[in-house]
């Protein structure tokens, strides 16, 4: 591959409906499932290294660009997940999460040398009509629907309690860094790295397994995939139509504006009584 390969570069041709590509790509994106879902570490090293090495024998800009994912995978594993709001666990957590992000996009462009990951901003384009709507749409399904989801399922005690004001600061900002890193991630790196060698919607399924297994470990568990795999399919379709990082980090930073409330609400029920299906 030539020097300073961009994503357009990669995807100038239709990628097969299928090929043997797809097993490599398969067994790293659900090694998320071990990792993270089950915490099964060894069993998602293993699926990782058998990806990789049949990556290797099959395309090697596609065993590049898994191997990246993978990177970040790994960091990412070193770290237990569940929310921390103690001095140590914020640096553990946040040094882990920027590092995934970092290393791959550090490796991909000093020693790649490609620009496949992205993080186009569309500077001085105003939001659309349609664009502006959807946000509406999403800031009224989130408010119906995730305090039946935190509350009502008890999981809001996967985070620890905020009863002074310095935690619940520390709950916000969290809350707020794993929103916009999990756009940096997830569909500017993830997505990014499998959508030259896939049909969108192979690229756009596999990063959501892997987006909903990190999620799960996070602590959105129970029922809680049935919202996150969908907003993770979303996320990447409105990035494809809209090529905008700052609009997919603002629909997301709203959607946890929400969750904080909840979360504090849950835990403290005279702060932010203003759900109804809580």
């Known amino acids: 591959m030539s020097i300073e390969t961009t994503a357009a570069d990669l995807d100038q041709?239709?990628?097969?409906?299928?090929?043997w590509a797809l097993v490599p790509a398969v067994l790293v994106t659900t090694s998320a499932v071990a990792l993270y879902g089950f915490q099964e570490r060894w069993i998602g090293y293993a699926m990782l290294g058998a990806g990789l090495v049949m990556a290797a024998a099959l395309d090697r800009p596609l065993f590049r660009h898994l191997l990246l994912i993978a990177l970040g995978m790994v960091i990412i594993s070193a770290t237990p997940l569940k929310a921390d709001l103690s001095n140590a666990g914020v640096v553990r957590f946040i040094t882990a999460l920027t590092a995934a992000v970092v290393v791959p996009y550090l490796v991909m462009r000093f020693v790649f040398r490609e620009r496949v990951i992205q993080f186009p901003t569309r500077?001085?384009?105003?939001w659309s009509r349609a664009e502006w709507t959807y946000m509406a749409i999403v800031l009224a399904l989130g408010y119906l629907v995730l305090p039946l989801y935190f509350i009502g399922s008890g999981v809001y005690e996967n985070w620890p309690p905020v009863p002074d004001p310095n935690n619940i600061v520390r709950l916000f900002l969290g809350v707020n860094f794993v929103g916009l890193w999990d756009e940096l991630f997830f569909v500017c790196t993830v997505f990014a790295l499998l959508r030259p060698h896939f049909r969108f919607w192979q690229a756009n399924l596999m990063q959501a397994i892997v987006f909903s297994s990190f999620l799960w470990e996070l602590g959105y568990q129970f029922w809680g995939?049935?919202?996150?795999?969908?907003?993770?399919?979303?996320?990447?379709?409105?990035?494809?139509?809209?090529?905008s990082v700052p609009y997919i980090v603002a629909i997301h930073l709203s959607?946890?504006?929400?969750?904080f409330m909840i979360l504090v609400h849950a835990h403290n029920p005279g702060l932010?009584?203003?759900?109804?299906?809580?």
């Open 13 to 19: 041709t239709r990628p097969p409906l299928w090929s």
């Open 123 to 126: 500077k001085g384009q105003r």
């Open 225 to 243: 995939p049935a919202l996150t795999f969908p907003f993770a399919l979303l996320q990447a379709y409105v990035f494809q139509r809209t090529k």
């Open 255 to 259: 959607f946890d504006a929400i969750i």
């Open 272 to 278: 932010f009584p203003i759900f109804v299906t809580a």
